[in-house]
């Protein structure tokens, strides 16, 4: 089965040539790969392309919309030719091999997969342990009240199936993206499950995770998610 892996990149020049390597050195499986570049200030496009002709698979695909983490990976969703998709970090924090993992919960009949660093086997290496445990709390919270089927909400390393990504209007703005599109997926009644994974926090360049910036974006998604869940109980 031939998946899409998304890379959204915003001045990654750092990491990128690595992340590409990696990803062609570890993942076996048919696939397309495909670097957003997101408004990158760096020579992040150019390194993409001067791998192209080494890796036919790859390609390089410009965010034309606002600058913005949401907008790179839709923007990778809309390219993407396979019926399967995964959005892979461009700084190396995702464990590559955990992709395998995904696509056979896939084949099982799953509609979304997160990779879940909460769960037995997963870890979070580095990194701030202020963002470990507000995802963390945000994770296990959403899944022990709402039984949304994965313990890391919020991380970006998911698989879907592009129908997942068609069904849903998209509204988010920056890193939030993660935790809206498997909440709105879950509430429309797709199956989701979960795999350990590990992440590592970036050893070269800059995170453009801004934490303080996004606590009230991720609340609103928590409060209606709770408030979906009130009204379907109502319904009921």
Known sequence: MKISIIVPAHNEQDNIIEVINKIEEVISLEHELIVVDDHSED??????????????QLRLVDNSADKGFANAVKTGFSAAQSEIVVAV?????????????MLKKIDQGFDVVSGSRYIKDGARI??????????????????YLLGVPTHDIANAFKM???KVIDSIKIESKGFEISM???????????????????WQERKKGKSNFKMFQLIPVYAKLYIWAIFKRIMKMIER
Do not use: H
Request: with cysteine; net charge positive; aromatic share 12%.
């Open 43 to 56: 020579n992040t496009a150019q390194l993409v392309k001067n791998l192209t002709q080494k890796y036919p």
């Open 89 to 101: 970090m461009g700084d190396l924090c995702d464990d590559l091999s955990t992709i395998r993992q």
């Open 126 to 143: 580095g990194g701030s342990r202020l963002k470990g445990f507000l995802s963390s709390s945000a994770g296990w919270s959403l899944y």
């Open 160 to 162: 879907y199936r592009k």
């Open 180 to 198: 809206e599109i498997p909440l709105k997926a879950y509430y429309l009644g797709f199956k989701i499950t979960e795999v350990p994974t590990v």
